[in-house]
């Protein structure tokens, strides 16, 4: 279904259909705003645990409820990558986390909010996991037991440093 947005956000005025840098794009005639479609920034962080299992949380909200991912959210307007990655985990786990280095950043399409920027971070955490605030369980798991997980971009962040632990 699309939800365009009928009207400027800035000054109210109604959006026309113009064709900006090769694009078919809404603007505003009255204040020249140009309704850009953006991926959506998110983070997500890896944890992995001493004996080689992985922090998986469970999903409690949409999309993919009940389905197993890693600690992961969308970036606050005040927070940089970083700390939002820290928070999420903190959320999601209960887990206070250092962060270590960044393994890579991933697009991940999505029905409802089209295209995901996803950062991942690789993050020290000690401590037994407990779920949070939007998720129904949270625990580590052992890199050859994983559970399907449905985000492709998730089992990308997973397949990366794995291949990197071996090397």
Known sequence: MNRESKYCPKCGHSLTASNIENRKRLTCPECDWIDYKNPIPCVAA???SQDNKILLVKRGVRPSKGSWCLPTGF??????????CLRELREETGLEGKMLELIGVYAQRTKI???ILVIAYKVEAEGEPQAGSDTREAKFIPI????????????QIIEDVVRKFKK
Request: proline share 11%.
């Open 46 to 48: 890896l944890v992995r």
């Open 75 to 84: 970036i606050e307007i005040e927070e940089n990558p970083e700390t939002a």
């Open 113 to 115: 909010y089209r295209n």
């Open 144 to 155: 050859k037991n994983l559970p399907h997980i449905p985000f492709t971009s998730h089992r």
